[in-house]
T-cell receptor
Framework: QQQVKQSPQSLIVQKGGISIINCAYE??????FPWYQQFPGKGPALLIA?????SEKKEGRFTISFNKSAKQFSLHIMDSQPGDSATYFC????????????FGGGTRVLVKP | DVKVTQSSRYLVKRTGEKVFLECVQD?????MFWYRQDPGLGLRLIYF???????EKGDIPEGYSVSREKKERFSLILESASTNQTSMYLC????????????FGQGTRLTVV
């Protein structure tokens, strides 16, 4: 049973376009929602993260939108670049469990030049 | 920069062998984690540790054990490797229960034949 469901599994976007990845969760104890970026042959690296006390967080071209009532959060990549081509994972963790992360299934993003 | 180092990038082992995967972090982090990564399933937690000599089961601990004799080192042990343990294994650490940002190693791709 996957506690964090991520969609789509893959995404192709033109350079300059917007990439949108969605995640939904069930566990209301989750209180930390990071997104990780992974390039081939590398481990995942933290991209951006949000707590449920805010509805949006922006860092450069990357924005997390968070909807607590719907138990959903999403990653928007604005002005997508070929260098953004990677696999993206959403994750969630409950503070009470010591920040043990539960990951979504991943989205492979390809940005075409 | 935080560095999480996994001892091997690629390993090929035979069915029934005992396999050791080693992970070392250099930032005095309290928490360490072992995940396996499979296409479409994201990262799944095998075991984690909050302190030296302490371990807790994650979501898929069957067939695995761990050892944490020193704070900086966390080992994953496959007692008797099986073909269904062919996967990418990722080690991660984070500073403390209060600081959830996790840092990952580059991964070990294990093939069991």
């Amino acid at each position: 049973q996957q506690q964090v469901k991520q969609s789509p599994q893959s995404l192709i976007v033109q350079k300059g376009g917007i990439s949108i990845i969605n995640c939904a969760y069930e566990n209301t104890a989750f209180d930390y929602f990071p997104w990780y970026q992974q390039f081939p042959g590398k481990g995942p690296a933290l991209l951006i993260a949000i707590r449920p006390d805010v509805s949006e967080k922006k860092e450069g071209r990357f924005t997390i939108s968070f909807n607590k009532s719907a138990k959903q959060f999403s990653l928007h990549i604005m002005d997508s670049q070929p260098g953004d081509s990677a696999t993206y994972f959403c994750a969630a963790s409950p503070k009470a469990a010591g920040n043990k992360l539960t990951f979504g299934g991943g989205t492979r993003v390809l940005v075409k030049p | 920069d935080v560095k999480v180092t996994q001892s091997s990038r690629y390993l090929v082992k035979r069915t029934g062998e005992k396999v050791f995967l080693e992970c070392v972090q250099d930032m005095d982090h309290e928490n360490m984690f072992w995940y396996r990564q499979d296409p479409g399933l994201g990262l799944r937690l095998i075991y984690f540790s909050y302190d030296v000599k302490m371990k807790e089961k994650g979501d898929i601990p069957e067939g695995y054990s761990v050892s944490r004799e020193k704070k900086e080192r966390f080992s994953l042990i496959l007692e008797s490797a099986s073909t269904n343990q062919t996967s990418m294994y990722l080690c991660a650490s984070n500073p403390s229960r209060q600081n959830p940002e996790a840092f990952f190693g580059q991964g070990t791709r294990l093939t069991v034949v």
